[in-house]
């Protein structure tokens, strides 16, 4: 009976482990024709110094940077299709396509 317990108790424990999970995300504005902004962090709380990447539609890195104090990181617009990687960690990347871009 004890050995159920225990077994009862680690699955319980197990279940409850995705309620502490974080989840990443990121958004990216247009401030103006030529300057984008993109802020990150985790479940909807900015977090600075998270690595940020600007990428062409070839995977190469156009513009790379880490978010600031404020959980931003502003950028002249590349002239070319691009997209935006917000590493939060292993398995934590958030992608933001240029036409997602507001």
Do not use: N, W
Not at 6 to 30: D, I, M
Not at 31 to 57: A, H, N, Q, S, Y
């Amino acid at each position: 009976m004890k050995r159920f317990q225990t077994t009862l108790a680690a699955g319980l424990l197990l279940a409850a482990l995705p309620a502490f999970a974080h989840h990443p995300f990121g958004e990216c504005r247009q401030v103006d024709r030529k300057t984008v902004r993109c802020t990150g962090g985790f479940d909807e709380k900015p977090v600075p110094g998270l690595r940020i990447d600007i990428l062409d539609d070839q995977d190469k890195i156009l513009i790379r940077g880490r978010l600031d104090a404020k959980a931003s990181f502003t950028f002249d617009k590349p002239a070319v299709p691009f997209y935006v990687l917000i590493d939060a960690g292993p398995g934590q990347v958030v992608e933001i396509d240029d036409t997602e871009v507001k």
